[in-house]
């Protein structure tokens, strides 16, 4: 009898602790910490798990799609050159409690990137149109313009 409720509750334990976090996903304590988990994530080629923390607007979807399809097109060694680079912060700034701004680049390619990250609902999400607004030649080069 104590065998099937210890039983029963490790199921229920593992069903509720399955269903609070899609997997790969690590809920970002603040800004810096959500801008991370994602350029970790794109570096390394996880566009699931980059996902995950795009702000859920139809305008960033819309474009982190483009991106993901865009990036897979790259040639096999500039993917690895990604996935082997570091990410590189050279700027953090928080206008208030709910927008952090982190400037940085990757040690494959140096060069600086503004990404936005946006609290909403209590959670921390890469506002990924502000970064193509910053910088139209990618948004050009992404989405075929």
Not at 16 to 42: I, M, N, Q, T, W
Not at 47 to 71: I, P, T
Request: proline share 3%.
């Amino acid at each position: 009898m104590h065998k099937r409720i210890l039983t029963g509750i490790t199921a229920v334990m593992m069903l509720l602790a399955g269903c609070s976090e899609p997997e790969g996903y690590k809920k970002p304590e603040d800004g810096l910490d959500a801008a991370r988990e994602f350029v970790r994530a794109v570096l390394d080629g996880d566009f699931s798990k980059a996902e995950m923390y795009v702000l859920e607007e139809e305008e960033d979807r819309q474009l982190f799609n483009r991106y993901r399809e865009y990036m897979k097109k790259q040639p096999q060694k500039e993917r690895l050159g990604l996935r082997s680079a570091t990410i590189l912060i050279n700027k953090v700034e928080s206008p208030n409690d709910s927008v952090t701004i982190v400037t940085y680049s990757n040690s494959f390619h140096k060069k600086p990137t503004e990404l936005q990250v946006v609290r909403k609902n209590e959670d921390w999400k890469v506002d990924f149109s502000y970064t193509f607004s910053k910088d139209e030649g990618a948004v050009e080069t992404i989405i075929g313009k």
